[in-house]
């Protein structure tokens, strides 16, 4: 399918000069003189290459028609991934560089999509959004405004997200995968 140069997001799967790329990063540019464009990173999934491109809003470009399955994650071995067919419980191994940075936010038996290219999986989405458990949580400070104020937490997985004051150690907070972000408490 073609889609317009302005039109590009990032996680999409774009087939430009006869390979897949994710797209990692865009950036809309809107120069002084000339016509506006997106400035887009792209990463190829077969080898790992990244690309910068310059897309005009008149340029189109391919994106990859992808066929989405979900899966539940069972365990990691080393730094491969298996994956189950919630249909057929046929088990996949894929690698872990497939998920980039949400792999933290990968639990057991968490359904997941594996999007595949042809029958060949290309990448690996979470759900949006994740419930976890804080188990460390700093002091409230006496005399922060609530409106503002936010304190580092540690939630069960090891990583650190900022919090409201409020949220105490044992409270089960829900997190955003894309960028690990508090959204409200479970």
């Given amino acids: 399918m073609k889609i317009s140069g302005v039109d590009i997001r990032p996680g999409m799967v774009l087939d430009y000069n006869n390979k897949l790329w994710r ?8 120069p002084g003189k000339g016509g506006a464009y997106m400035q887009v990173e792209m990463k190829c999934i077969t080898d790992g290459t990244k690309l910068n491109e310059r897309f ?5 470009v391919e994106k990859a028609s992808l066929e ?42 968490m359904v997941v999509n594996v999007e595949l ?3 060949k999986p290309v990448s690996v989405s979470l759900p949006d959004k994740v419930e976890m458990e804080v188990i460390e ?14 304190k580092p937490a540690k939630v069960e997985n090891g990583q650190k997200v900022l919090v409201p ?16 972000s508090f959204v409200s408490r479970a």
């Fill in 68 to 109: 989405g399955k979900p899966m539940q994650y069972l365990f990691a071995s080393g730094e491969m991934l298996t994956f189950m067919d919630t249909n057929t419980y046929e088990q996949i191994e894929l690698p872990a560089d497939l998920l980039g940075d949400a792999l933290v936010w990968l639990a057991e038996n």
């Fill in 23 to 30: 797209v990692a990063k865009i950036q809309h540019t809107q």
């Fill in 117 to 119: 290219y042809g029958e």
């Fill in 56 to 60: 005009r809003s008149a340029d189109s």
């Fill in 137 to 150: 949580a700093d002091a409230v400070v006496k005399g922060q405004t609530a409106s503002s104020s936010y």
């Fill in 165 to 180: 004051p409020y949220i105490t150690s044992g409270t089960r907070i829900v997190v955003n995968t894309a960028d690990g």
